[in-house]
């Protein structure tokens, strides 16, 4: 009798462990692993940090809310393409994710083909090079191409400030080339001249050689494109050399480190950008402020915004489509009219977000919509 109630107890246990072994190989295949791979250390960690902020907290009420089986798992790129390339062969191999959030278009231009070629989901909060669009039918994003920002800019500075002599500095990568060619285009198309346009590394911090020869073709205006650090610098050095002209810029200039460092050599300035405004009274915008401040102590700047909103369209696909990346990736192709803290988004035929982009200035020592 001993035997056999020793016999019960060790089938009940190799039962029970069949059960425990099969519910978690279940909880794991139900599991989504997407990949964010993000600039967390380097010049642009700002950028990143902030990034992952808004992904997280998208995740929390996908989980909560949405009762989604999520995990990301975050990797640090440095800003650096070829560390993102390492990153995503990682992701996709071991960690088996079926989307990869990205940031830079530099980064994102280099993810494209990894993506495609292994039919993998790639969607980027802040990628705005033109080259995207035709980076393939995997690749997505919610900030929109330069085209779009680039062309809002120049016809502003044509029609609106009548200027006809401008200048150009931009970051030698994708996103600074990309708008320096869409600004340069547009704006000869309306009858304006590019009187001179001036290129420099990422990273940079000695604009003086470029500013003296800027000051010297007496330029309108000049048209910034870079990221804050530089921006900064290219600000502190222009009054060291007397060199006083109107600032206009991209979306890069709506960085509270350049209000903190550069005073009143940022004021006047006009830039264009995606419309995100945390003092917006809808109520998507200000329960996304409320969390956001509640967890980590701070005002949503506009990264954490895209990413919060990148994070809830792969939700929204997940929940609409399904689990594999190329369900996911056919449902997000048919977004349309989606509500985000950023505004209303659609997708196009290229997985180009077709939003609002709006027209900012500094007053004052804050960023406010130009015009008010």
Not at 84 to 95: H, N, P, W, Y
Request: hydrophobic share 45%; charged share 25%.
């Amino acid at each position: 009798m001993k035997k056999i109630w020793i016999g019960v107890i060790i089938i009940a246990a190799v039962a029970l462990s069949l059960l425990l072994i099969v519910t978690q190989v279940k909880k794991e295949s139900e599991e989504i692993r997407i990949g964010a791979i993000l600039p967390l250390t380097g010049d642009a960690a700002i950028y990143g940090v902030e990034m992952k902020k808004g992904i997280s907290l998208a995740v929390e009420e996908l989980k909560e809310i949405d009762k989604l089986g999520i995990k990301v798992i975050y990797e640090d790129d440095q800003g650096v393409p070829r560390n993102a390339v390492s990153a995503a062969q990682k992701l996709i191999t071991q960690d088996k994710v079926q989307v990869i959030i990205s940031s830079l278009s530099s980064i994102t231009l280099a993810l494209a083909p990894i993506a495609q070629k292994n039919r993998i989901v790639l969607i980027s909060p802040s990628a705005s090079a033109p080259a995207i669009t035709n980076a393939g039918d995997f690749v997505f994003r919610v900030w929109p191409s330069d085209i779009f920002e680039g062309g809002v800019m120049s016809e502003f500075a044509f029609n609106t400030l009548k200027m006809r002599n401008i200048a150009i500095l931009y970051v030698n990568n994708d996103y600074g080339k990309g708008l320096e060619q869409v600004f340069t285009k547009k704006f000869e198309e309306l009858g304006g001249n590019i009187i001179i346009s001036e290129g420099y590394e990422f990273g940079a911090t000695d604009f003086r050689t470029q500013i003296i020869k800027i000051k010297a073709r007496k330029p309108e205006a000049i048209y910034i494109v870079g990221y804050w650090k530089e921006i900064i610098q290219y600000l502190k050095q222009a009054r060291e050399l007397n060199f006083r002209t109107q600032i206009l810029s991209a979306i890069c200039f709506k960085e509270p480190e350049i209000l903190k460092f550069a005073g009143e050599e940022a004021g006047g300035a006009i830039f264009t950008g995606p419309f995100y405004d945390p003092q917006r009274k809808e109520k998507i915008v200000q329960d996304f402020v409320t969390k956001y401040e509640k967890k980590f102590n701070e005002e949503p700047g506009i990264w954490a915004a895209h990413s919060y909103d990148a994070m809830k369209i792969i939700g929204l696909a997940i929940k609409s489509g399904g689990t594999t990346a190329t369900e996911i990736q056919k449902s997000m192709s048919k977004i349309k009219n989606f509500m985000g803290v950023t505004g209303m988004m659609s997708f196009d035929e290229n997985g180009d977000v077709i939003k609002t982009i709006k027209i900012y200035t500094v007053k004052n020592k804050q960023f406010v919509p130009w015009g008010e």
